[in-house]
């Protein structure tokens, strides 16, 4: 257990659908991440939060939206889902200076 | 801007040494190193911070130059373990607001 936890760990869905990916930080940290890995491509960055503001975007499509909630738990909406979108979903934490502990994702299938 | 890591892939047998290299375009504030096995999560090993300060909990030394841009990830007398892809992140500052972009990874293949 790396102390981020990440659920569901898996998710089937149509396309057109919408969900909700949830990720609780190790204690402590105040950085969550949301990173996107495509079969066999490496993390794509998609948003970064401190202390529940946003910091950081990245490649983040428009139908794609996250947040940062007062007990730092993190939620990352995907909706419209088209097939191009399944993938792995990770989370991760850290304190400054010091390395990302990763979730152990969330694997999205949309057919 | 992604880093750019070398080689792409790498076969070894147990007991040899490998390099893993990672270079920017950019000034760096710090790289970090990882390790994945499939189907995994990224494990953290290594963070190299601007003004030489290493943290890592894993016996795997890495060097940084500032200068360059550049970070190498060293994997001596490599073991069945060390299987892997292996990634690359930059931050080019520091402070809250940072990310860490990742290369594309190395795969790393240890053989009997």
């Known amino acids: 257990d790396s102390g981020v936890t990440q659920t569901p760990k898996h998710l089937i869905t149509a396309t057109g659908q919408r969900v909700t990916l949830r990720c609780s930080p190790r204690?402590?940290?105040?950085?969550v991440y949301w990173y996107q890995q495509s079969l066999d491509q490496g993390l794509q960055f998609l948003i970064q939060?401190?202390?529940?503001?946003?910091?950081a975007k990245g490649n983040i499509l428009e139908r794609f939206s996250a947040q940062q909630f007062p007990d730092l738990h993190s939620e990352l909406n995907l909706s419209s889902l088209e097939l191009g979108d399944s993938a792995l979903y990770f989370c991760?934490?850290?304190?400054?200076?010091?390395?990302?502990?990763f979730g152990s994702g969330t694997r999205l299938t949309v057919v | 801007q992604q880093p750019v890591q070398s080689p792409q892939a790498v076969i070894l047998r147990e007991g040899e040494d490998a390099v893993i290299n990672c270079s920017s375009s950019?000034?760096?504030?710090?790289v970090h190193w990882y390790r994945q096995k499939h189907g995994e999560a990224p494990v953290f090993l290594m963070i190299?911070?601007?003004?030489?300060e290493q943290k890592g909990h894993e016996k795997i030394s890495a060097s940084f130059n500032e200068k360059k841009q550049q970070s190498s990830l060293y994997l001596t007398a490599s073991q069945l373990s060390y299987s892997g892809t292996y990634f690359c992140?930059?931050?080019?500052?520091?402070?809250?607001?940072?990310?860490?972009?990742f290369g594309k990874g190395t795969k790393l293949s240890v053989k009997p």
């Open positions: 991760a934490s850290s304190a400054l200076n010091y390395g990302y502990t």
């Open positions: 204690s402590g940290d105040l950085s």
């Open positions: 939060y401190y202390n529940g503001e946003e910091r």
């Open positions: 950019k000034a760096l504030y710090s």
């Open positions: 190299l911070l601007k003004g030489g």
């Open positions: 992140g930059t931050l080019n500052y520091g402070g809250s607001q940072g990310n860490l972009i």
